[in-house]
Structures are given as structure tokens and as C-alpha cells.
């Protein structure tokens, strides 16, 4: 069974982005990855209070001795982004410790709180993974869970607090009531194309709600009997602060999506935050911070912001064909648009025209667009031989630093975009089903002259194949 960890190492080792999925369509497995990650974060810090791996570490910067969170307002969207990119990498760091194991790269969950079923959710709202105070192990043995509760820096160091008055509480009580409103939040928020104003309402509407219902009051030690979720100092001890924060990013993330040209403000891009980065590296997670965000299933690890097979491709014999084969996995049905991407495709030189091709390994350069397993072709329109002296055309040797801030190099390939539409090619094979198991596409390269050229002519580092939800 391919886990989160092991799905995301093998697409960072394709060059694609991770992935970051919905927290109730984990598979036990992934559960009990994150679960353990989680307690070894704890058992660093009780090892080692400083260990930059361990919870303390990341916790207590929220407010506790750091006072890092609330400095400036207008940077809440940057900072927390930040924030909790550098608690995902210390969660698999530790889970590679624990393991022992290099190969893992477990993403950061999110809880979408404007959901409720009452098969997964607690009475008060909360998701049962987050609520229950104990879980059944692989081995069915019943252990605390981490992910309910967390002992606290400031508990212990400012509170003076022992036993058990050291680990985090919640009084979510009124938690469920608050749902539909959240939900109703998000979608005002959406509308809204101004990011200043979309981060305010955001920060001061569902986020803080979320905090002030999860947190809620009751019989804690704490100043005014509050739960540490209440509290800016204390509220990212709590092990659900974390999960919070993913679906606040998701949703930033979205309106991203949606608002593609929005003006972010100079003073946004320039701010240093959290561990020292800079705004402006934070604006594009998809290419600077290398992850996306996942609604559908693990197993099919598609949703509105992409899947992928990072297997190498393999090219079948001459004999047989010139088609590259991809091999995509389990495919759900269900979608308003499917797409192959392509990770930084080399722009060619010539003219080239990409077809691909549904579970035909036989398809050639004769098959033609009315064939049944046709669904969809990407044309490139090649650059032409190059015109400059030697090294005009080469990316490499034009690279732009601080002391040179012309345009980048006209053919650099970072950030280059490339897309094949397979919308109706793959319904069409889909057809009445609710999903298809190892889909396999063929893209065939064919240049000017009408002729299959060996798939390797084109240059790129992998794909992904994105299908976007109805919304």
C-alpha cells in the first residue's frame, strides 16, 4: 500500500509538488503516520527542549517567548504560511527518525471545519481522529492520541502547572454550532478579489472563530478558564492548531486559484517572517514552497490541484510502437475537467504535436483523432534554430542574481506551463463507471512532417494528470 509519505517522496523525486489532503480521507496507514510523527515531535522535546525537531521548538514561536504571530496583521496570511511549512518538514523529520527511514515525506494534513458527518465527527464537531483521547494502534494495542492533546512549554514554564495540568485542553462545546456559518464565510470570502481586504475578513472571521469555539471555556488552569486554542499564546500547543492552519492556507491557497492576478501590496512581499523568509518567496506555494492541496482520496491522489505517476515512463519497444506509456493509477470519476500537466518542459527547438491516447499501446502516427482512444493533443510551436552567438539559446548560462535584475532568460523552463486537455477523451472511457483502476495514457510525439519521433525528443521532468471537482 503506497502511503501519503511514500507517494510524496516518489513526486519529490520526479521534481512535482507535494501533496497536503483532506485529514478525513487519510487511510489508516496515513493515520498512524501522522499519529506517530506527531509523538515523536513530543519525545524529541522531552529529550532535548531546544531540538529545533521537537514540538516546543515550533510551538512556543506563536506567541509563548517569540511573540512572532501578531507583530503585524497584514502579514497573517505569509506568516502562518511559513509557520507551518517549517512545522510539516521538523512533523517528517521526526517521522524519519522514528523510522529510520529516508524515504518519507509526510505532508501536513488540513481539517475542513466547514464539514460535519456524524460518521466521523464527535457530537461537538470535531473530527473523532482529533477528539477521541485514545486510539487502536496497527497492532490493536489502545494508546493515547497525540493528535488530541500535547503538554505545553507555557503550561510547564510560565504556569508552573504539573501532572496532567500540563498538556493542552479544549472546550469545543459550542464547536458544531459555529459549522454552517464557517462554511458560509468561506464562500463570502472567496467573492472577494482584494487580498487585504479578503485577508482581514479571513483572520478576524472564520480563523479567529475557529480558535475562540475550538478553545471555548470551561475549568482550565489557564488565565479566564479558557482552552489553549483561545489564546495566542498558547494555542499552537495544541496538537489541532496545526491542521487548523492547513485548511486556513488551503483556503488562501484557493483564493489564489480564483483570483490569479490579484495585487499582493509591496509591504506584503517584503516582509520577513517566520524562520526568516521573506514574503514574496510565500505568494507561489505551488513552485516556491513545492506543494498543493488535495480534496479527493489517496488512493486516486487526484483533486483540483493534481496527481501524478512519477514512476518513470517507459517507452515500448520500436517494434511496437513509439508511445510513451503512463501509468496513472486509480482515476475517479466525477470531474468538470481533466488535464495532463507537464513539470518544466524544455521549450523545442521544432515544431512538435503531443497526442494522447486511453489504454491503446498500439496507437501510432497513423491513428488518427477519431479514434476511440484519442483524447487530447498539446501543439508546440518550436522556437526555430537559434540566431546568437554561442550560448544565446542556453537558460544556464544566463542566470540573474541580485547584482543583475533584467527579465529572466526567454527560455527558461521553471515556471513553464504545458497542458493537455483530456476532459472528454477521459469521460468518455470512464463513461457510467464511478472510477477506472490503472489508467493508462500513450502520448505519441509526432513533428512537422506527420512522422512518430522517439518520446525523448521532448524534454521534461515529469507529469501529472489534474482533475478539477465541481465546486
Given amino acids: 500500500m503506497t502511503t501519503i509519505a511514500k507517494l510524496n517522496y516518489r513526486r519529490k523525486l520526479a521534481g512535482l509538488p507535494l501533496i497536503r489532503f483532506n485529514l478525513l480521507r487519510l487511510n489508516p496507514q496515513d493515520m498512524n503516520d501522522l499519529r506517530d510523527a506527531y509523538a515523536a515531535m513530543y519525545e ?30 497584514r502579514v497573517f496570511l505569509t506568516w502562518h504560511r511559513s509557520y507551518i511549512y517549517s512545522f510539516e518538514k521538523a512533523l517528517n523529520t521526526a517521522l524519519q527518525w522514528k523510522r529510520k527511514d529516508k524515504e518519507l515525506e509526510l505532508t501536513l494534513p488540513y481539517w475542513d471545519w466547514t464539514q460535519f458527518s456524524q460518521s466521523t465527527h464527535a457530537a461537538n464537531g470535531l473530527p473523532k481522529v482529533l477528539n477521541d483521547p485514545r486510539y487502536k494502534n496497527a497492532e490493536g494495542v489502545q494508546l493515547d492520541n497525540p493528535l488530541n492533546r500535547a503538554k505545553s512549554l507555557y503550561r510547564i514554564t510560565s504556569q508552573g502547572l504539573e501532572g496532567d495540568e500540563q498538556y493542552t485542553q479544549r472546550f469545543p462545546s459550542a464547536f458544531k454550532s459555529i459549522i454552517s456559518q464557517l462554511k458560509n464565510d468561506i464562500e463570502r470570502y472567496m467573492d472577494n478579489p482584494n487580498f487585504m481586504r479578503f485577508q482581514e475578513d479571513f483572520d478576524f472571521g472564520a480563523h479567529g472563530a475557529v480558535h475562540v469555539y475550538v478553545g471555548g471555556a470551561g475549568n482550565s488552569p489557564l488565565p479566564q478558564g479558557s482552552g489553549d486554542m483561545s489564546s495566542v499564546i498558547s494555542a499552537a500547543y495544541d496538537p489541532l492548531f496545526w491542521l487548523h492552519h492547513s485548511m486556513v492556507d488551503k483556503v488562501w491557497f484557493d483564493w489564489q486559484t480564483l483570483h490569479p492576478d490579484a495585487n499582493i501590496p509591496t509591504f506584503v512581499q517584503q516582509k520577513v517572517v517566520y524562520d526568516g523568509r521573506i514574503g514574496r518567496d510565500l505568494i507561489d506555494a ?94 508546440l510551436f518550436g522556437h526555430g534554430t537559434c540566431h546568437g552567438a554561442s550560448g544565446h539559446c542556453n537558460p544556464t548560462l544566463a542566470v540573474r542574481d541580485d547584482y543583475d535584475i533584467r527579465t529572466k532568460h526567454p527560455l527558461r523552463y521553471e515556471h513553464t506551463r504545458y497542458s493537455i486537455d483530456l476532459t472528454r477523451g477521459l469521460r468518455r472511457f470512464i463513461g457510467r463507471k464511478k472510477s477506472v483502476d490503472d489508467l493508462k495514457i500513450y502520448l505519441l510525439v509526432i513533428d512537422a512532417k506527420g512522422k512518430a519521433v522517439p518520446p525523448e525528443t521532448l524534454k521534461y521532468d515529469g507529469c501529472s494528470l489534474r482533475t478539477f471537482a465541481k465546486k
Wanted: glycine letters at 8%; proline letters at 3%; a negative charge.
Fill in 44 to 73: 524529541i522535546s522531552d529529550i532535548a527542549v531546544g531540538d529545533r525537531r521537537g514540538y516546543f521548538s515550533l510551538a512556543r514561536g506563536h506567541g509563548y517567548d517569540q511573540d512572532l504571530c501578531h507583530d503585524d496583521n
Fill in 286 to 379: 505551488e513552485n516556491s514552497l513545492k506543494y498543493i492541496y488535495s480534496d479527493n482520496s489517496v488512493e486516486s491522489a487526484i483533486a483540483a490541484t493534481g496527481t501524478t505517476n512519477t514512476l518513470p515512463a517507459k517507452t515500448l519497444s520500436a517494434a511496437a510502437s513509439l508511445a510513451k506509456e503512463l501509468s496513472m493509477g486509480l482515476v475517479e470519476g466525477g470531474f468538470v475537467r481533466a488535464q495532463l500537466d507537464f513539470l518544466r518542459l524544455h521549450p523545442p527547438k521544432s515544431s512538435y504535436e503531443i497526442r494522447a491516447y486511453i489504454n491503446n499501446p498500439a496507437c501510432n502516427a497513423s491513428t488518427g483523432y477519431d479514434d476511440e482512444s484519442y483524447s487530447g493533443r498539446l501543439v
